[in-house]
């Protein structure tokens, strides 16, 4: 059950849609802000354990703010919980994306400068001035242009996008390259590429439709198991954040589906085709 991750409502407050469905004290429409840091842990209670994370410049619903937590709605996949409201800014719509692995944000168009900070793959900037080798943030900063796309120029591989990460180290609810988890690797490939996908690998598993078994298997294929998920790369392989190596590796699937049922945690309980031409078709 997706339960709490996927309902705008806690004990404070709930989002107007659910009026007539939850009790709430008060009904709310919501404040939309962006994400203003790098990297924000997003929080199953107030100070509580990481269920996901936030990148830079993404979408939220603020639905409360109290004792210097936000109760909010992630826009991209629905995902509900905290984070801390320092974390938080005013709504920009984003202009671009990081499309590389990580970058930097620098004071000056200078890559020789100290930077400021450091942003992970996907993360979402508002860009207002161009430079001959950097773009310029709403916020004075500057990113260095390979490093960028438009928003709404997407890739075309999710597999592709999951080797971008190899080596990766695991981090449970990780969302970035400074670490990520099962769930977190499949969603940053499939977003990476127009294709919206939930947060968890339980919701994952309704994504697409079902194949027979692993000799259907192709490029950009899940293969799920009770609280994992992998990618497949061809017939022979897949890549996955797993704690097993704790990163990101690539691993033969006939393998893989033997260590896992080894250490007890059973067979794979679904394969999926998301993706169903490279070229675009989805």
């Known amino acids: 059950m997706t339960g709490r991750r996927l309902t705008p409502a806690n004990d404070r407050v709930a989002h107007v849609s659910l009026k007539g469905s939850v009790a709430a004290a008060r009904f709310v ?4 802000a962006s994400v203003a840091v790098p990297l924000a842990d997003l929080l199953a209670a107030p100070g509580g354990a990481r269920d996901r994370q936030l990148l830079m410049g993404d979408e939220v619903l603020v639905l409360d703010r109290h004792e210097g937590f936000a109760f909010l709605r992630s826009a991209k996949d629905g995902y509900c919980g905290y984070v801390a409201e320092a974390a938080l800014g005013p709504f920009h719509a984003p202009t671009h994306w990081i499309a590389t692995p990580a ?4 004071p000056a168009p200078d890559m020789k400068r100290r930077e400021v900070a450091g942003v992970s793959f996907g993360a979402r900037l508002t860009i ?4 001959p080798k950097f773009l310029e943030t709403d916020g004075g900063l500057f990113v260095p242009r390979p490093h960028l796309r438009p928003m709404g120029q ?3 591989d999710p597999a592709g996008v999951a080797e971008m990460f190899l080596g990766t180290p695991y981090l449970w609810g990780g969302n970035s390259r400074a670490g990520l988890d099962c769930s977190g690797l499949v969603q940053a490939s499939l977003l990476a590429c127009g294709i919206g996908c939930p947060g968890d690998s339980d919701m994952q598993a ?3 439709g079902p194949l027979d078994g692993p000799e259907a298997l192709r490029r950009g294929d899940l293969i799920f198991w009770k609280g994992h998920v992998a990618m497949a790369l061809d017939p022979a392989r897949l890549i996955h954040a797993n704690a097993f190596r704790m990163a990101v590796a690539i691993e033969g699937i006939p393998e893989a589906i033997a260590r896992i049922e080894g250490q007890g945690d059973g067979p794979p309980t679904a394969f999926r085709r998301v993706v169903y031409s490279i070229s675009g078709l989805r």
């Open 154 to 156: 997407v890739m075309d």
């Open 206 to 208: 309704a994504l697409g």
């Open 128 to 131: 207002t001035a161009e430079h």
């Open 103 to 106: 970058s930097h944000l620098y």
């Open 29 to 32: 429409e919501g404040e939309a």
